[in-house]
């Protein structure tokens, strides 16, 4: 029994396409995490988050995994903004989750609006998410004058509901959101292990994160979707060229 192999110009073309592949996923790579322009915005991730107090819910108890929360609304809240970073609760990095036994906060968006959208500083700002905290960092001064502590807020968002665990899931930087639900303290139903939220937009340091029971959640415009395609695509490809280069 003889194995088919691949002509000499064949193997030529799979290693002009594996080329091609692996460009792609240079220029993918590059690209996926690109900041949208100024006209992509959206005109809602200008305005300011809209908190209340009419027809917050009483305490009310939610399962995840096993487990049963106690969820304690306090305002109702309402945000539009644009991910500068964001933190996956469930990733394998994540030890503090996992030890508190969290599995109701299912990711933190870092999220900008307003002053911070319009004076486009984030462009030069550094961004990046542990497993409950928000950081950015500048280089130049101008950027620090111009960045808005105020415009800027990590959310921890919990919800029991599976369709909007697995949207807010696929949310990446650069995407602009809208998120609506109540400002919530939540913990373990019997148990002395819980997180609070912050009431205000002001505050800095431990406890200012909005902890955010989501009730509704849309991507209103995702960001570099194209390019983010053509990272799974390129893969498939490079992959597939190789086994031909190998096996035939």
Not at 65 to 90: C, K, L
Not at 118 to 142: G, H, I, L
Not at 189 to 202: Q, W
């Amino acid at each position: 029994m003889t194995r088919a192999c691949l002509s000499a110009s064949q193997r030529e073309l799979v290693k002009v396409v594996l080329l091609g592949g692996l460009a792609a996923l240079f220029l993918a790579i590059v690209f996926k995490d690109r900041w949208p322009k100024r006209e992509e915005f959206r005109p809602e991730v200008f305005q300011e988050p809209v908190q209340d107090d009419v027809g917050v819910p009483a305490p009310f108890d939610v399962a995840q995994r096993g487990y049963t929360y106690t969820v304690r609304p306090v305002f109702g809240y309402e945000i539009w903004g644009m991910v500068a970073s964001s933190h996956y609760a469930g990733s394998f990095l994540d030890i503090a989750h996992e030890t508190w036994k969290d599995y109701l906060n299912i990711k933190d968006l870092c999220l900008l609006w307003g002053k911070n959208l319009e004076t486009e500083a984030f462009r030069r700002v550094k961004f990046w998410n542990r497993d409950f905290t928000c950081f950015y960092s500048w280089s130049d001064p101008a950027s620090g004058r111009d960045f808005s502590p105020s415009h800027i807020s990590n959310n921890h968002l919990i919800t029991a509901d599976r369709a909007i665990r697995t949207y807010i899931k696929g949310v990446r930087r650069g995407d602009q959101v809208h998120i609506r639900g109540w400002l919530a303290a939540y913990g373990h139903k019997g148990s002395g292990v819980g997180r609070g939220t912050s009431t205000t937009r002001n505050d800095t340091g431990n406890g200012a994160c909005e902890t955010v029971y989501v009730t509704q959640f849309e991507i209103m415009r995702r960001a570099n979707a194209g390019w983010r395609a053509v990272l799974p695509t390129s893969l498939a490809v490079i992959g597939g060229c190789l086994l031909l280069l190998f096996l035939f």
